[in-house]
C-alpha cells in the first residue's frame, strides 16, 4: 500500500488513471469550482491521455505530454500553438518521456527522455502487450534510471543531451530568465554505496532518494539542492525566479507537502501541513498563492487546491467536479489555468483549460481559516 | 467495436495527384470571423413571418429557401456540375388520400367513406372473400418468450379477416411489451398477409379505448408504399355487422380474449365480404439547396468537404410536434434547425474570402424531420460518395451552455480526434465528445454512404419540437462560435494529405427497433426512407453474417426465410422469427438481377 501510494505521487503527471470517477467530496454551493473557474474547454483529445501542460511566458504556445504515438504507449512531449490549435511532437517518438517546459529565454524545449536506452521498442512492446491482456494495476511511474534531460533548440531545432548521470533525471524547469534550471534526480542513489534498510528500499522505491538539483542551461554546473531523506520532487521556479516551490514527501512515503527554498537550496519554509499526498506545486504569478494538486479528500480523490505563499492559512479547494483534478498551471498573465483532468469520465485524463478568477481567489483566501486551526 | 473499411480510392487517388505539402503552421483566419449580429439576422430571416415553421415542400419552406439560395450565390457559390441552380428538388409521397373506400357483405350491408378508412400502407385494388374474424390478428413471432398466434389452426387463404384493434388487454408485464411491440396495424396486415388473407378489416372493439373509433390511417412519411394487402379501418356498427350471424357478441369474445385465452377467439364468420380500396399516394416536392465554394486555387471539382444543416423544421406541428394534439401554430425552429443554417451559411461566407485548400460543398438539406428525405435523395441521386472527403452536419447548435458543445460520430474515421483537438484550441469549447455515427440526423445518410461524418449539437431543451423554440431564446454569440469551429474543422480536413479513411461503426444494439426481441445477430444495415420496394441494404458490417453471405450495400432483400420484404417493416418482422445458427434464404435483388443466398445469424457480437 505505502509502495503503490508513493508511486501514484511522482510528479510528472502520475496520474492514476484507473482512479474511480465520481468520488469528489461533496461541495457547497459557495464552494463550486465555477467561483474560481470560468469558460472551461478542453484543450487535448487525440491519444488515450494528455497532461502536464506548461505556458510559453506570452501565453501562446503550450509544451505537454501525452499518449498518442502510435505503436508507443508510453508519453511523447508535444508542442502546441495556442492561437492556431497546430500540434507537433518534440520528442523523439520513442522511449518514455516526460515534463516539458519552455524557456522563457529562447524558446527552447527542455523535457526528459529514456530514447538512449536500446531497450526502448522492446519496452514499448511489452506495454502494449501488458494492456491488451486486460489486467490492470494502478498507474506507475518507474523512476527509470535511463531518463535523461534534453533539450530541443528552437533556433536549429537540434536535441541537445543535458544530463548524463547514471539514475533518474526528469522533472525539470526553466528559470524565468531561462539561465537555470531546476530539476529531480535519483542519482544519489548510484553514486553511494548503500546498506541496509537503504539498499532494500533502492530495490522498491528508487524515488526515495530523488533530490532537487539545478544546473546552468546549458548543462553545466549540475548541483545538489536538498539532502532530506524521502522523494523531493517537482521544482518550480517563483514568476520571479526568487526561490523554488517544490513537494517534498515524508521518509515513509505516506505524505508530501509543498515547499520553498532559495534558488541555492538555503532557507527552505514548508507551506502546507496538510496531512495528505500535497504535489503539484506551482506559483501564481501575481506571487500571493500557490496552486497544487491534493488528495485530502480521499486516498485516490485529486482536487486542485491553492494556499498563501507563507501558507499562514489552511488551503482553499479549488476543484469541485467528479475524476481526477491536478498539476495546476496559471497563464503567466495570471488570468487562466490550465491543469489535467478526468472530468470528462473514461479512462484517461486530459489537459483543460479556464479563466481564472484572481479576485475570487484572493477573497477566499483572505477567509480562510489560519494553519492548525481546523 | 469498430472495422475500417477500405478508404475511398477514388478520392485518395485525386488527393495524392493534387497533393501540397501541409504548412507545418497554418494561420487561422480570424479575419472576417462570422459575428453575433450576422447569425441573428439569418436566424430572422429564416424564423421571418410567411416562413410558417419551414415545413417540407410548403410555401414556407420555399421562402427561407430563396434566402438560401441569394445568400450562397452572393457568397459565389456555383451549382453541382451538371445542374444549372443551386435549388435541387427531390420528389416524395407527401401525403396518401383515400379517394372513397368500400366495403361490401353478403349484397344489402354496404358501407361507405364515412364508415370505411383505408389505411395509408393497403394496396388499391378491389378483393372478395369470405370473411373470418381472427381475435387481435397478432402473431408473435416464434421465438418469442410468449407464444400467441390468433391464426392458429385457421384457413384464412384468399378471406378477409376482421381484426380487432390493439392487443388483449390483460397482458402484463414482458408479454404486454411484446403485444405492444408486435400488435401495430402494419404487424396486423403482414400477419394477415403471411396467413394468406386477401384483405384485412380492423375494428376498435367494444372494450377498446376509442370502442368503435375508426383507427388513424398510420401513414410513414418514410415507408408510404403498399404492404402488400388491402386493408381498412372500419367504424363499430360496420364491425357487427360484419359479426352479426355468427351467433356471438363480439363484445363478449373481446371479454374471453382479454382473458387471456386466444383458442376460442379465431372463427369463420358467415358471408362473403368485398373490400375496394382507393388511394392515391401524392407526391409532394420538397428541395434541398447545394453550392459549391471554390478551392483556394480556384478550383471547384472535387473531391469536396461537404458541410451542411436541415433547413425545414415541422411547420404548422402535426405529429413530430411534442404538442401533437395542439391546435395548428407555426414551430419556428429557431434551434432546430435555424441555428445550423445560420451557422452553415456563415461559414461559407468566410469560406468564399478565404478559401479552404479543397473546394467545399455547402448544403441545406429539406425533409429531414421527416425522416431525413433531402440529405438521403442527395446522396442517392446526386454525387458520387467517394467524392466527398467528409461530411460535416449542424442539427441545433444555437442553445450553446455552459461553454459545452457536443461532437458526435468521431468514430467514423480515425482523423476526427485529432482535427476536433487543433478545431478546438481556438474554438475554447467544453467538449462532449461520442463516437456513434448513427444519429436522428442527416448525417446519417452520409454515414451509410461510407462517408466520414462528424456532427455538432448543443443539446436538447425544453422548447425542443414545441412553438416555443423561437429566435429570442439563441445563444448568437455561442453560434458564431459554433459556425468559426466548424469552419476550423473544414479547414483542417482540406489540410489533410489524405482522405480521411472512413470506419463503418458497429450499430450498438440498443439502437435496433424492438431490440429484446432480436437476439439473433445479421449483420445487415438497412437504409431507412427509401421508396424502393423491398429493403435497401446501406451495407453490411464487416466479418458480420451478411457479408458472409455475399450481400453488399445497394442490394434490394426482397424475400427473407420464405417472407416477401417489401419494406423495412416487412423486414423487421422477417427478422422478429429467425434463430441463431439456423440459415434463412435470402432473396435479393441487384443490378436488376434477382438472386439467392443463405444467412446464417450469429450471436451479437
Known sequence: MILSLRRAAGRCLIVPFLLLPGLSGPAAAQDD?????????????????????????????????????????????????????????????????????????????????????????????????????????????????????????????????????????????????????????????????????????????????????????????????????????????????????????????????????????????????????????????????????????????????????????????????????????????????????????????????????????????????????? | MTDSLTPFFRAARRLRAAAVAAPLVFVAPFAGAQTADEVRADVLAL????????????????????????????????????????????????????????????????????????????????????????????RLPEGAEVRYDSYAGQEVRDKVVLALRYFPDGAEGDERSLFQRHSGLRAKAIAAREAGAAGLVIVSGPRSPNPGELAPDGFDIAAPGGQGIAAVSVDGPAGESLFAGSGRELEAVQRSLDGGDPLDGSFPLPGVATLTVDLERVRGTGANVVGILPAADGGFAPPWIAIGAHYDHLGMGGSGSLNPHGPPEVHPGADDNASGTAAVLAMARQVAETPLARPLLVAFWSGEESGLLGSTAFVRDEIVPAELLAYVNLDMVGRLEDNRLTVQALGSSPVWPRIVERANVPGGFDLALGDDPYLPTDSSAFNSAGVPTLNLFTGTHPDYHRPTDTADRLNYEGLARVARFAGLVARRVADLDEAPAFVRVERSPDQTPARASMTAYTGTIPEYATEVEGLLLGGVMAGGPAEAAGLAKGDVIVEFGGTPVLNIYDYMNALAGVRIGEPVTVVYRRDGERRTTTLTPTPRP
Open chain 1, 33 to 374: 469550482e465555477s467561483r474560481f473557474l470560468n469558460r472551461i474547454r478542453r484543450l487535448t483529445v487525440e491519444g488515450a491521455r494528455a497532461g502536464e501542460g506548461y505556458f510559453s511566458p506570452d501565453g501562446r504556445e503550450m509544451v505537454f505530454q501525452s499518449e498518442r504515438e502510435p505503436g508507443n504507449p508510453f508519453f511523447q512531449i508535444y508542442w502546441m500553438s495556442l492561437e492556431t490549435g497546430d500540434i507537433r511532437r518534440v520528442s523523439p517518438g520513442i522511449g518514455k518521456t516526460t515534463c516539458a517546459f519552455l524557456s522563457g529565454k529562447n524558446g527552447d524545449i527542455l523535457f526528459a527522455s529514456t530514447h538512449l536506452d536500446p531497450r526502448s521498442l522492446e519496452l514499448q512492446q511489452e506495454e502494449i502487450a501488458f494492456r491488451e491482456s486486460g489486467r490492470e494495476r494502478r498507474y506507475a511511474w518507474d523512476y527509470d534510471p535511463a531518463m535523461d534531460i534534453f533539450v530541443e533548440q528552437r533556433s536549429d531545432g537540434e536535441l541537445v543531451r543535458l544530463t548524463d548521470a547514471r539514475g533518474y533525471d526528469a522533472e525539470a524547469s526553466y528559470s524565468p530568465d531561462g539561465e537555470w534550471i531546476v530539476f529531480t534526480s535519483n542519482r544519489p542513489m548510484f553514486e553511494e554505496a548503500l546498506k541496509g534498510r537503504e539498499a532494500r528500499l533502492a530495490e522498491v522505491d528508487p524515488s526515495y532518494f530523488a533530490e532537487i538539483y539545478r544546473m546552468r542551461a546549458d548543462g553545466s554546473g549540475q548541483e545538489r539542492l536538498t539532502s532530506v531523506p524521502g522523494y523531493d520532487g517537482g521544482p518550480f521556479y517563483f514568476p520571479d525566479g526568487s526561490r523554488i516551490v517544490w513537494r517534498r514527501f515524508s521518509e515513509d512515503g505516506l505524505i508530501a507537502d509543498v515547499w520553498t527554498m532559495n534558488p541555492d537550496g538555503s532557507d527552505p519554509q514548508r507551506v502546507t501541513d496538510f496531512g495528505a499526498m500535497s504535489w503539484a506545486p506551482y506559483v501564481h504569478p501575481s506571487l500571493q498563492y500557490i496552486l497544487f494538486a491534493s488528495n485530502k479528500l480521499g486516498f485516490s480523490n485529486f482536487e486542485v487546491y491553492m494556499v498563501d505563499l507563507a501558507g499562514e492559512k489552511e488551503p482553499v479547494r479549488v476543484t469541485t467536479s467528479d475524476g481526477f483534478d491536478g498539476l495546476p498551471v496559471p497563464t503567466p498573465d495570471g488570468n487562466g489555468l490550465a491543469w489535467t483532468s478526468g472530468r470528462h469520465g473514461g479512462p484517461g485524463s486530459q489537459i483543460y483549460l479556464a479563466d481564472w478568477d484572481h479576485e475570487a481567489a484572493l477573497e477566499a483566501l483572505r477567509s480562510a481559516p489560519l494553519r492548525g486551526s481546523r
Open chain 2, 47 to 138: 424564423t421571418a413571418p410567411g416562413t410558417n415553421g419551414r415545413a417540407v415542400g410548403s410555401p414556407g419552406a420555399a421562402q427561407a429557401r430563396r434566402y438560401l439560395i441569394a445568400e450562397l450565390a452572393a457568397a459565389g457559390a456555383q451549382p453541382l456540375p451538371g445542374r444549372g441552380q443551386l435549388g435541387i428538388p427531390f420528389s416524395f409521397v407527401e401525403r396518401v388520400d383515400d379517394r372513397g373506400s368500400m366495403l361490401r357483405a353478403g349484397g344489402h350491408r354496404r358501407f361507405g367513406s364515412d364508415q370505411v378508412r383505408a389505411l395509408a400502407f393497403s394496396e388499391s385494388g378491389e378483393v372478395r372473400g369470405e370473411l373470418h374474424f381472427v381475435g387481435y390478428g397478432i
